[in-house]
């Protein structure tokens, strides 16, 4: 069975020490990654608003490849430190690595998808992420910093901050995209994609940006949801190039669905197109659409669905529901032109589910990315591992769908420029605990997270 580290009382004496100390216990074969050493801060001595922040463990777990993902066995665990805010509503935990919030607790149930089952690293030299050595999957919520598909950074231990004042309290996670700390990650970098036009030397799109990237998350007396914050700070007085996203992981099952106000997407990948929408939805050349003349789509291609979409065929398949989209190797799709509306959720098939909220209108627009694996029983991980890109031969065990938002990028590989100074948004993780039933339509979905967010959407900024 997964290893669970409890969270164990400590003597004052221990607790001091252990403040600032980076605790990492490796039993068995735990993989190679980022050889970089975080700044860790001491946690605040008191907690004036009542929302604390503790020190406690926990376990990521690792199969040897992608061929045991299913049986096995878990060859390795990397216990490491994670800090747990609570304002005793919500518990809340992070971690080092990736910069990643890995758990969010309400009532005593997880609203995260976690990978319990054991992790490995996988599309290696495919040139399909942005280390060469692949990507490995914890699940989580996190910043994707500078580059499409996981960042630079997502095995790399990120800086921790704390903030305790009369308001609540917050987990600050940062790094710097420096070229010292690209050295630290012990990786070739990949080409393909990450190339710019005429260049063969690995990331030439992504150049060193020497920005900071922070995750702020915070939690205040008497919410029942999660307050975070993206941030880039570009110290140069001139623009950099760069991505940022905040990837969310949320287990779901084939009662799972996606729950928004959208009227349509787009697909910009060729091969989504050909694996999923082709034959099966009425799609339209993104050339024709008169969205796309927006500053951000000039230049740009792709195919729009409506949504709902409009079946070319007497098949079931939905894109509503993550686990029905008609693919066996994942597909990826973007709100278009933006997000419509306030949120972007999914139901977890059970009556629970939660909602990603934040600003998006025509003067603050905000984007989505959505990944899905796929409908389980098309899929095949040799199949999978096979395409150009082997994005799905990593399906884990357990499923879950993958949302992403941006306040700035439209899509993957079209990285934008950032001024001088602070870009960011804010963003509210709400869990909901039940309503969410899966027999309910998509309106009555809505209707209940619109119920369920009207109090705090004004609470954004």
């Given at each position: 069975m997964p290893f669970e580290a409890e969270e164990l009382p400590?003597?004052?004496?221990?607790?001091?020490?252990?403040?600032?100390?980076?605790?990492?216990?490796?039993?068995?074969?735990?993989?190679?990654?980022s050889s970089r050493k975080p700044d860790i801060a001491s946690l605040p001595d008191v907690f004036p608003s009542g929302v604390t922040i503790i020190k406690s463990n926990y376990a990521l777990t690792f199969v040897e490849s992608i061929n045991n993902i299913e049986d096995g066995p878990i060859v390795g665990r990397e216990i490491v430190d994670c800090w747990v805010l609570d304002n005793g509503i919500l518990k809340v935990?992070?971690?080092?690595?990736?910069?990643?919030?890995?758990?969010?607790?309400?009532?005593?149930?997880?609203?995260?998808w976690q990978n319990r089952e054991g992790a490995t690293y996988?599309?290696?030299?495919?040139?399909?992420?942005?280390?060469?050595?692949?990507?490995?999957?914890?699940?989580?919520?996190?910043?994707?910093?500078?580059?499409?598909?996981?960042?630079?950074?997502?095995?790399?231990?990120?800086?921790?901050?704390?903030?305790?004042?009369?308001?609540?309290?917050?987990?600050?996670?940062?790094?710097?995209?420096?070229?010292?700390?690209?050295?630290?990650l012990c990786d070739i970098l990949s080409k393909g994609q990450f190339l710019s036009p005429g260049s063969n030397v690995p990331m030439s799109k992504y150049p060193v940006t020497d920005a900071e990237f922070i995750f702020t998350v915070s939690l205040r007396p008497g919410e029942a949801f999660v307050r975070l914050n993206a941030a880039l700070i570009n110290t140069k007085e001139t623009p950099v190039t760069a991505e940022i996203w905040l990837p969310q992981t949320y287990p779901v099952t084939k009662n799972s669905q996606i729950i928004s106000h959208q009227k349509k997407r787009r697909c910009k990948d060729l091969w989504v197109y050909m694996g999923m929408l082709k034959d099966n939805f009425v799609v339209q050349d993104m050339q024709l659409d008169k969205d796309n003349d927006l500053p951000a789509y000039q230049g740009k291609n792709g195919f729009i669905v409506g949504c709902p979409p409009n079946p070319a065929s007497w098949t079931n398949a939905d894109l509503n529901k993550p686990l029905d989209w008609p693919s066996g190797w994942g597909g990826i799709l973007y709100d278009y032109p933006r997000r419509d509306g306030y949120y972007h959720a999914v139901s977890y098939g059970d009556g629970r589910g939660t909602a990603y909220v934040s600003i998006s209108n025509d003067k603050t627009p905000h984007y989505t990315k959505m990944w899905s694996w796929g409908n389980p029983d098309i899929f095949n991980r040799q199949e999978a591992l096979a395409q150009n890109p082997p994005l799905a031969a990593g399906r884990p065990?357990?499923?879950?769908?993958?949302?992403?938002?941006?306040?700035?990028?439209?899509?993957?590989?079209?990285?934008?420029?950032?001024?001088?100074?602070?870009?960011?948004?804010?963003a509210f993780i709400v869990p909901i605990e039940s309503g969410l039933d899966s027999e309910k339509t998509q309106q009555e979905l809505r209707d209940v997270i619109d119920q369920k967010i009207e109090h705090i959407t004004p609470k954004l900024t």
């Open positions: 400590m003597s004052n004496q221990i607790l001091q020490i252990a403040k600032k100390t980076i605790m990492t216990e490796r039993q068995g074969i735990t993989p190679l990654r935990k992070a971690i080092l690595m990736g910069g990643n919030v890995v758990s969010i607790e309400k009532g005593g149930q997880e609203y995260l996988y599309g290696r030299g495919s040139d399909a992420f942005p280390l060469n050595r692949g990507l490995i999957l914890h699940g989580g919520i996190r910043v994707a910093a500078v580059t499409a598909e996981h960042g630079l950074y997502y095995d790399t231990d990120w800086d921790i901050d704390f903030i305790a004042d009369p308001t609540g309290s917050a987990i600050i996670l940062k790094i710097k995209d420096t070229q010292e700390n690209r050295n630290l065990k357990s499923e879950y769908y993958e949302p992403w938002g941006s306040g700035f990028n439209t899509c993957f590989f079209q990285p934008s420029e950032f001024p001088q100074g602070e870009s960011s948004w804010d």
